[in-house]
């Protein structure tokens, strides 16, 4: 078991809905047990999207955000986001700009994994408001790990 190594967030964000971008970053700044760091890679939003982003992070010196000069696309995007971490994290983290966290998914991750190279977690499925559309996504999918 990993304990006490901080967890590096990387989330992508592209024109993000203010009021679900707030609920993803309230969910991270929620979570218990675990030192984590989030690296915000911003995909050349106008400046409006990217001042509701900074107002959202404020000055908490947990987050850090950088703006890309032009569009990448979600995937190069996400590469983006993940280049930007140092060296010292070993463990990182995904997550969208419309996520809402478990207060305990870092530190449940982060004990899991074991001697693993990766670990992930089902999701729910929700409308805006929360409510639930599916209880699960992984399993209703196919999984082709052998």
Same mark, same amino acid.
């Given at each position: 078991?990993?304990?006490?190594?901080? @967890?590096?967030?990387?989330?992508?964000?592209?024109?993000?809905?203010?009021?679900?971008?707030?609920?993803?970053?309230?969910? @991270?700044?929620?979570?218990?047990?675990?030192?984590?760091?989030?690296?915000?890679?911003?995909?050349?939003?106008?400046? #409006?999207?990217?001042?509701? @982003?900074?107002?959202?992070?404020?000055?908490?010196?947990?987050?850090?955000?950088?703006?890309?000069?032009?569009? $990448?696309? =979600?995937?190069?995007? =996400?590469?983006? &986001?993940?280049?930007?971490?140092?060296? #010292?994290?070993?463990?990182?983290?995904?997550?969208?700009?419309?996520?809402?966290?478990?207060?305990?998914?870092?530190?449940?991750?982060?004990?899991? @994994?074991?001697?693993?190279? $990766?670990? =992930?977690?089902?999701?729910?499925?929700?409308?805006?408001?929360?409510?639930?559309?599916?209880? &699960?996504?992984?399993?209703?999918?196919?999984?082709? =790990? #052998?």
């Amino acid at each position: 078991m990993v304990k006490h190594l901080a @967890i590096a967030v990387c989330m992508a964000t592209y024109e993000p809905d203010p009021a679900l971008l707030r609920q993803q970053v309230d969910s @991270i700044r929620e979570q218990l047990d675990c030192e984590w760091h989030c690296f915000i890679s911003d995909d050349h939003s106008g400046p #409006e999207a990217l001042r509701a @982003i900074e107002d959202t992070i404020a000055d908490d010196e947990r987050f850090t955000l950088s703006r890309s000069h032009v569009n $990448l696309g =979600f995937y190069r995007n =996400f590469e983006r &986001t993940i280049g930007m971490v140092p060296d #010292e994290y070993e463990l990182f983290a995904l997550c969208d700009q419309d996520d809402r966290w478990h207060p305990d998914k870092l530190s449940t991750l982060r004990d899991g @994994i074991g001697e693993a190279r $990766l670990i =992930f977690s089902d999701q729910r499925v929700v409308h805006e408001d929360g409510s639930l559309i599916e209880g &699960t996504y992984w399993g209703t999918r196919q999984n082709n =790990f #052998e």
